[in-house]
Structures are given as C-alpha cells and as structure tokens.
C-alpha cells in the first residue's frame, strides 16, 4: 500500500497571505493525486484531480503541481472560507490512500 | 444536483455487522462507481471499497474478507455490509459516487462499536 505523507501537519497563515502544503508519495504515482478540503463536520470536497486539474467550481487560488512522489496545493490568497483541514490522496495503486492531513489555521 | 444519504444503525456492538444503505437522488445510478470511505474519529480517510452500477465490486485488502457492497438499481440504493467489527471500526461513514475520485460525497453517519 502506498503511504502518502503530508507536511507540515499544522499551517498557520494570515488571511490575504499564500499557502504552500506538501504531500510525498513513499513510490511514485505519476499524476494520480487528488486534493480535498474538509471542514469540522462535513464531508470531503473534491479540489484537485490529476495533480493539477480544478474541478468543477473550484476557485482559481486553489492549484496543484508535482508528479511521481512530490506533490504540493497552493492557496495563492486564503480567504476566511479556506481555514480546514487538506488531504492529498493518490489513485495510481489500489487501494487508493489518503495522506494524515494538514490543518490549516488562521494566525 | 446528485445527492447521496447513508443510513444505519450509529451503534453495533462488537463481534456483529455494521450495515449502512446509501440513497441516491438528483440521478441514475447507471454509468457510475459507487464508494464507500470512512473515516475514525479525529483521523484521515480509508477507502473500504467501490461497486459498479453493474455489481462488480473491488474490496481494500485490508478488509476484504469482512466487507460486502451490493447495489440495488430500483431504490437507487447501495449497501455496505461489514461483518465481525470492533472498536477499531468507530468511524464516519461516506458514501460517495465515482471512484477512484469522489466528486459528490454523503454527509456522513457516525458509527460506533460498542457493548
């Protein structure tokens, strides 16, 4: 099982200011990752598939780069609506896994 | 707009099964995975497993030989069955439609384990 590693765990930021999360697969998954954003009590959003591809309605502040094991979503402006927790979770092997998360806080 | 409900029992007591149902509206079930992903509390997420509209299904190997998906295409339904549970399967449960990448995920349903 491929075990995908998120850093840091905890981020805090101003609102206005970027934010940079990193997430490194333990063997390489091409581009086959994806990114959600989950709020306390509710249930994952799609951000990002493919590494880099928005998905539907997703604002543009939110991208993605990397391919094999390094991977990374950037927030180019948080808005007040962004403070959550992050997931990076790759589909190139079966099972698909999930990183531990990396909450992001306001400073 | 797909939306998908889970529903269950929110308490099992160990060494039984946990059985969830997932009801889709705003879509047909055909042409689509169904998933289902879960969640421990104040963890990360593991995928359980995904059925084609058809019925063929595909299990994580770490549960695999507890876990049951079925699907049922007039209620527009599809169920997990996980049998001989423990405390270690307390958990949010979602269901979710497509697979490998959810696109449109339930509100989740809290299971717990215990006596």
């Known amino acids: 099982e491929i075990v995908m590693t998120q850093s840091p765990v905890t981020l805090s930021v101003s609102p206005g200011e970027r934010a940079t999360l990193s997430c490194r697969a333990s063997q390489s998954v091409s581009f086959n990752v994806a990114w959600y954003q989950q709020k306390p009590g509710q249930s994952p959003r799609l951000l990002i598939r493919?590494?880099?591809t928005g998905a539907s309605g997703i604002p543009a502040r939110f991208s993605g780069s990397g391919s094999g094991t390094e991977f990374s979503l950037t927030i180019s402006s948080l808005q007040s609506e962004d403070f959550a927790v992050y997931y990076c979770q790759q589909y190139n092997n079966w099972p698909p896994t999930f990183g531990q998360g990396t909450k992001v806080e306001i400073k | 707009q797909v939306h998908l409900q889970a529903s269950g029992p929110g308490l099992v007591k160990p060494s039984e099964t946990l059985s969830l149902t997932c009801t889709v509206s705003g879509g047909s079930m055909n042409d689509n995975y169904w998933s289902w992903i879960r969640q421990p509390p104040g963890q990360g997420l593991e995928w359980i497993g995904y059925i084609h509209y058809k019925g063929n299904t595909h299990y994580n190997p770490s549960l695999q030989s507890r876990v049951t998906l079925s699907v049922d295409r007039s209620k527009n339904q599809f169920s997990l069955n996980l049998n001989s549970v423990t405390a270690a399967d307390t958990a949010v449960y979602y269901c979710a439609r497509d697979s490998p990448v959810p696109n449109y995920w339930g509100q989740g349903t809290l299971v717990t384990v215990s006596s």
């Open positions: 493919g590494a880099s």
